[in-house]
């Protein structure tokens, strides 16, 4: 069950669960280099890339829910501006770890692995 989108942890959840991601990203890749390397002439279509790639779209989706989750909090939060501006600020840091995770995640559908 996810905390309330009016909770303060909210505010660094979606940096902690990017930054989980993406020790788990890069330990992975080198974990499959290490024990089974796909085929280098395989380029980028290998099992480990495929691996990587799922586990970054289902990363950003769960971003991109909490996001939305706290942006749709910030206009039921009843208490006041303090808690509508926790829900703002946080729906914001889930949008940017999502948007990060994108980012440093997507090369994986071009580049090949253990190259």
């Not at 380029?43 to 971003?63: E, I, P, S």
């Not at 909490?66 to 729906?91: D, I, M, N, Q």
Request: hydrophobic content about 55%; charged content about 5%; some cysteine.
């Amino acid at each position: 069950m996810m905390l309330s989108p009016t909770h303060p942890f909210q505010l660094v959840l979606g940096l902690v669960i990017w930054s989980v991601w993406f020790v788990a990203l890069y330990g992975g890749l080198s974990v499959g280099c290490a024990v089974a390397p796909p085929d280098p002439a395989a380029g980028a279509l290998t099992w480990l890339n495929a691996l990587l790639l799922l586990l970054t779209l289902a990363t950003t989706l769960l971003l991109v829910h909490w996001t939305l989750r706290c942006w749709r909090g910030a206009s039921e939060a009843g208490g006041g501006t303090v808690k509508r501006f926790l829900t703002w600020v946080a729906s914001g840091v889930h949008l940017t770890a999502a948007g990060a995770t994108l980012a440093v995640g997507l090369p994986v559908i071009v580049f090949p692995p253990c190259v």
